[in-house]
Protein backbone atom coordinates (compact mmCIF):
# COMPACT_ATOMS: atom_id res chain seq x y z
CA UNK A 1 0.00 0.00 0.00
CA UNK A 2 1.13 3.47 -1.28
CA UNK A 3 1.63 6.04 2.49
CA UNK A 4 3.12 8.33 2.92
CA UNK A 5 2.62 10.55 6.99
CA UNK A 6 4.50 13.52 7.37
CA UNK A 7 4.47 14.76 11.31
CA UNK A 8 6.93 17.65 13.39
CA UNK A 9 5.36 20.55 11.61
CA UNK A 10 4.39 23.28 14.20
CA UNK A 11 4.98 27.18 15.19
CA UNK A 12 8.11 28.83 16.03
CA UNK A 13 10.22 31.82 16.21
CA UNK A 14 12.11 33.37 13.47
CA UNK A 15 15.76 31.58 14.03
CA UNK A 16 14.47 28.11 15.27
CA UNK A 17 14.15 24.97 14.51
CA UNK A 18 11.98 21.75 13.21
CA UNK A 19 12.45 18.58 12.30
CA UNK A 20 9.67 17.03 9.55
CA UNK A 21 9.11 13.21 9.46
CA UNK A 22 7.74 11.09 6.56
CA UNK A 23 6.95 7.52 7.58
CA UNK A 24 6.70 5.51 4.04
CA UNK A 25 5.53 1.92 3.66
CA UNK A 26 8.28 -0.49 2.40
CA UNK A 27 6.63 0.16 -1.34
CA UNK A 28 7.22 4.19 -1.22
CA UNK A 29 9.98 4.05 0.54
CA UNK A 30 11.86 1.64 -2.09
CA UNK A 31 11.11 4.83 -4.50
CA UNK A 32 13.78 6.20 -7.06
CA UNK A 33 13.60 9.55 -5.37
CA UNK A 34 12.26 11.36 -2.16
CA UNK A 35 11.44 14.83 -1.76
CA UNK A 36 10.01 17.71 0.37
CA UNK A 37 7.91 20.23 -1.32
CA UNK A 38 6.08 23.29 0.59
CA UNK A 39 3.23 25.46 -0.59
CA UNK A 40 2.09 28.49 1.12
CA UNK A 41 -1.09 30.51 0.37
CA UNK A 42 -1.42 31.81 -3.10
CA UNK A 43 1.99 30.54 -4.18
CA UNK A 44 2.94 27.61 -6.26
CA UNK A 45 4.08 24.13 -4.99
CA UNK A 46 8.28 24.40 -4.45
CA UNK A 47 10.31 21.86 -4.33
CA UNK A 48 12.46 22.24 -1.06
CA UNK A 49 15.55 19.37 -1.08
CA UNK A 50 14.96 15.82 -2.71
CA UNK A 51 17.09 12.49 -2.30
CA UNK A 52 17.43 9.89 -4.64
CA UNK A 53 17.77 6.27 -3.90
CA UNK A 54 22.06 6.83 -3.75
CA UNK A 55 21.51 9.51 -1.56
CA UNK A 56 22.04 12.70 -3.82
CA UNK A 57 20.80 15.48 -2.63
CA UNK A 58 19.85 18.38 -3.80
CA UNK A 59 18.54 22.08 -2.10
CA UNK A 60 16.79 24.88 -3.25
CA UNK A 61 18.93 27.83 -3.04
CA UNK A 62 16.31 29.67 -0.28
CA UNK A 63 17.45 26.76 1.99
CA UNK A 64 20.88 26.07 1.25
CA UNK A 65 22.79 26.26 4.82
CA UNK A 66 19.77 26.06 6.66
CA UNK A 67 17.83 22.67 5.98
CA UNK A 68 19.44 19.68 5.67
CA UNK A 69 17.36 15.79 4.11
CA UNK A 70 18.09 12.30 5.54
CA UNK A 71 16.92 9.08 4.96
CA UNK A 72 16.63 6.89 8.01
CA UNK A 73 16.45 3.22 6.41
CA UNK A 74 15.62 1.22 9.33
CA UNK A 75 12.81 3.03 9.92
CA UNK A 76 11.62 3.69 6.28
CA UNK A 77 11.62 7.24 7.38
CA UNK A 78 12.31 10.81 5.39
CA UNK A 79 13.43 13.68 7.60
CA UNK A 80 13.87 17.40 6.73
CA UNK A 81 16.24 19.47 9.61
CA UNK A 82 15.05 22.92 9.52
CA UNK A 83 17.26 25.76 11.31
CA UNK A 84 17.45 29.42 11.27
CA UNK A 85 13.89 29.33 10.25
CA UNK A 86 12.47 32.58 8.73
CA UNK A 87 9.16 33.93 8.18
CA UNK A 88 9.04 33.13 4.65
CA UNK A 89 9.98 29.23 5.06
CA UNK A 90 5.89 29.05 6.51
CA UNK A 91 4.01 27.06 4.13
CA UNK A 92 2.34 23.40 4.61
CA UNK A 93 5.30 20.88 3.79
CA UNK A 94 4.69 18.11 1.61
CA UNK A 95 6.74 14.45 1.79
CA UNK A 96 7.09 12.98 -2.10
CA UNK A 97 8.06 9.92 -3.79
CA UNK A 98 8.59 8.60 -7.29
CA UNK A 99 9.86 5.05 -8.70
CA UNK A 100 10.63 6.34 -12.10
CA UNK A 101 14.08 6.65 -12.62
CA UNK A 102 16.36 8.40 -15.44
CA UNK A 103 17.74 11.65 -16.55
CA UNK A 104 14.63 13.25 -17.12
CA UNK A 105 13.63 12.59 -14.11
CA UNK A 106 16.30 12.98 -12.19
CA UNK A 107 16.52 16.72 -14.17
CA UNK A 108 13.55 17.49 -12.75
CA UNK A 109 14.01 16.46 -9.38
CA UNK A 110 12.77 19.47 -7.94
CA UNK A 111 9.69 19.51 -9.42
CA UNK A 112 6.16 18.68 -8.31
CA UNK A 113 5.12 17.04 -11.74
CA UNK A 114 7.65 13.88 -11.57
CA UNK A 115 6.42 12.69 -8.38
CA UNK A 116 3.35 10.40 -7.87
CA UNK A 117 3.03 10.01 -4.56
CA UNK A 118 1.75 12.25 -1.65
CA UNK A 119 1.31 12.89 1.71
CA UNK A 120 -1.35 14.94 3.20
CA UNK A 121 1.04 17.42 4.81
CA UNK A 122 2.04 19.36 7.89
CA UNK A 123 1.85 22.79 8.85
CA UNK A 124 4.90 24.96 9.45
CA UNK A 125 4.38 28.76 10.95
CA UNK A 126 7.31 30.87 11.78
CA UNK A 127 6.80 34.24 13.22
CA UNK A 128 8.93 36.94 13.20
Known amino acids: QVQLVESGGGSVQAGGSLRLSCAAS????????MAWFRQAPGKQREGVSTVSANGHTRYAESVKGRFTISKDNAKNTLYLQMDSLKPEDTAMYYC??????????????????????WGQGTQVTVSS
Open 96 to 117: AADRRGGDYYTRNAMSPYVYTY
Open 26 to 33: DYTYSAAR
